[in-house]
């Protein structure tokens, strides 16, 4: 069995992270009596523990999925361990982003479950940016593409427009080959591993509610793009994963630059449109010409 996920329950080992965690806090003294115990309705295990030092603090240890991969972001969350109850309640969703192995690309099927969202980085002038899918299995993503396109950025600048919901083979999900592949690990889990390859295929289907918009013609850069896919199907709401503010400005800076691109090209694009018109125009007019002597 791979040693990196978790398929059952281990109270000693949860234990032992739980008691790794609180080695590394300032917490002053535990109320040991009132550590409190739970699992949520998809069924992940938690803790709530209350210290007081000069004041109360509580902390919620929860049973995160692929803790033993290496950490390379994450957002809401507080130390390696110990989520923030503000975060995850009231405002804001927790997650960590963890690296995958470098042989995932030839090993998917020991080291991903259905419904696990992925991410790598969006190649091009957007490094900065990733992009996202959701793995549903049998060596398939689900994520925005083009039909012909890879999802590289230089795609943006065109094709990006006609890009849409749509189940790709994993093999060609990362770009190149050899790309560090990552799992955005929500804290707290919101939908089943069946609820969210079952959104993923409806949506990949084109069985879409207004709202949801992710059909050929609604892909928006900023708005309605990989990560609103990834995050809806996952959370049941769309949002980004490259939500730093330093980021954004750097991702909406970038996307007016392609906007001026894209309108740049498409604007010769009609002009030669409008020419080759113009040609075929006057060459039947000749013809007509002709045909009448």
């Not at 995932?104 to 992925?118: A, Q, R, S, T, W």
């Amino acid at each position: 069995m791979n040693k990196m996920i978790l398929d059952y329950y281990d109270p000693q080992e949860f234990c032992e992270h739980i008691e790794s965690v609180l080695r590394n806090e300032w917490m002053g003294d535990e109320i040991v009596e009132e550590r409190l115990w739970g699992e949520t309705p998809q069924k992940q295990h938690l803790v709530l523990i209350i210290s007081k030092a000069l004041w109360y603090a509580v902390r919620l240890i929860v049973d995160e999925e692929y803790r033993n991969l290496e950490v390379s972001n994450e957002y809401g969350v507080y130390s390696d361990g110990s989520n923030n109850l503000k975060s995850l309640y009231f405002s804001n969703y927790s997650y960590r982003i963890r690296k995958l192995p470098s042989d995932v690309i030839e090993n998917f099927e020991e080291y991903l479950k259905p419904g696990d969202h992925i991410q790598r980085n969006l190649d091009g002038c957007l490094p900065f940016a990733n992009h996202e899918g959701v793995y549903i299995g049998d060596g398939m993503i689900a994520h925005i593409n083009t039909e012909k396109s890879t999802t590289m950025t230089k795609t943006l600048l065109t094709e990006k427009f006609e890009a849409h919901a749509r189940i790709d083979p994993f093999q060609g999900f990362p770009s190149p080959k050899n790309q560090e592949i990552r799992i955005v690990v929500h804290c707290l889990r919101r939908k089943s591993r069946t609820d969210i390859c079952a959104t993923a295929h409806r949506l990949a289907d084109n069985d879409v509610t207004p709202e949801e918009r992710y059909y050929t013609g609604e892909y928006n850069f900023l708005r309605q793009n990989c990560q609103h896919f990834a995050s809806y199907c996952v959370l049941r709401i769309q949002r980004m994963s490259d939500n730093g503010p330093i980021v954004k400005r750097a991702i909406i800076g970038a996307a007016n630059l392609i906007g001026s691109g894209v309108a740049e090209k498409l604007f010769f694009q009609q002009k030669q449109q409008k020419r080759r018109e113009s040609v075929n125009s006057n060459q039947t007019s000749i013809e007509k010409i002709n045909d009448e002597k």
